[in-house]
């Protein structure tokens, strides 16, 4: 018992430290960026990316810098994680807009269904909110269930069921909505400019059509190392997967 409550303090402590590293770092690169050192702003704020600390300050921050050197790729990769980790982010919002300008990709993509309802939700709430209160809802509803069913209690627990069982229906269907909400948004970049778009998923056939830095494609089908996209204009065609960047995960 000794070494588990051991263990579990010397988790604790090697999680702070880890905190406070990030942290650190994190002011690092601000302090760099505001000091005209783009590169090494750059450096930091990947190297904090990369091991998994992700936020809408870090991938703003991110993104203004690449911003500054004319990479608006990745600056719009950037702005847009930051965009969904804080949708209501009305400065996000703006300098993500002025991107897109400058690569010419002022497309709107279609409005889900209660995507405002689900931003602000992941704003305010966090975007595990949803997941956490449907497993909460759950037990709590088996645990009533239990009591109406195994121990015969009846009457108020019997309406409280009923009640609670509504309530995680609800959550469920808005958990669903919510995963669809993600994919719905499972956009791809285009890495650098001029990337060719091909009528086949073949690179030794003629392109139909380059596109610039930072576009965003939706994408349709993949085959292999290939997917089929459609741009803002509705043109369809092929992309080689090294040629793309993925907005966000999903699961």
Request: charged content about 25%.
């Amino acid at each position: 018992m000794k070494r588990f409550f051991l263990s579990i303090l010397s988790m604790c402590i090697s999680m702070v430290v880890a905190g406070a590293m990030q942290s650190d770092t994190f002011q690092l690169a601000n302090t760099a960026l505001s000091a005209g050192k783009v590169d090494d702003a750059i450096h930091l704020y990947t190297t904090l990316a990369d091991n998994g600390y992700g936020s809408a300050d870090l991938y703003y921050n991110l993104g203004s810098a690449y911003a500054q050197k004319e990479s608006w790729g990745k600056a719009r990769l950037f702005l847009e994680r930051a965009h969904l980790e804080n949708p209501l982010s009305k400065e996000i919002e703006q300098n993500l807009e002025y991107v897109k300008d400058q690569v010419g990709d002022l497309y709107h993509f279609p409005a889900y269904p209660l995507s405002g309802f689900i931003k602000v939700v992941h704003s305010v709430m966090g975007k595990d909110f949803l997941a956490i209160c449907l497993w909460i809802s759950f037990a709590v509803t088996l645990m009533m269930l239990f009591r109406w069913k195994v121990k015969k209690v009846a009457g108020r627990w019997q309406l409280l069921t009923y009640i609670l069982g509504g309530i995680f229906l609800v959550v469920l269907v808005l958990f669903l909505l919510e995963r669809t909400y993600f994919k719905f948004h499972d956009r791809m970049l285009v890495a650098s400019d001029l990337k060719e778009v091909y009528e086949v998923p073949d690179d030794a056939t003629e392109s139909a059509v380059g596109v610039r830095a930072g576009h965003k494609l939706r994408v349709l089908e993949d085959l292999g190392d290939w997917k089929r996209i459609d741009l803002s204009d509705g043109t369809e065609g092929w992309v080689n997967n090294k040629d793309l960047m993925k907005v966000v995960e999903v699961n």
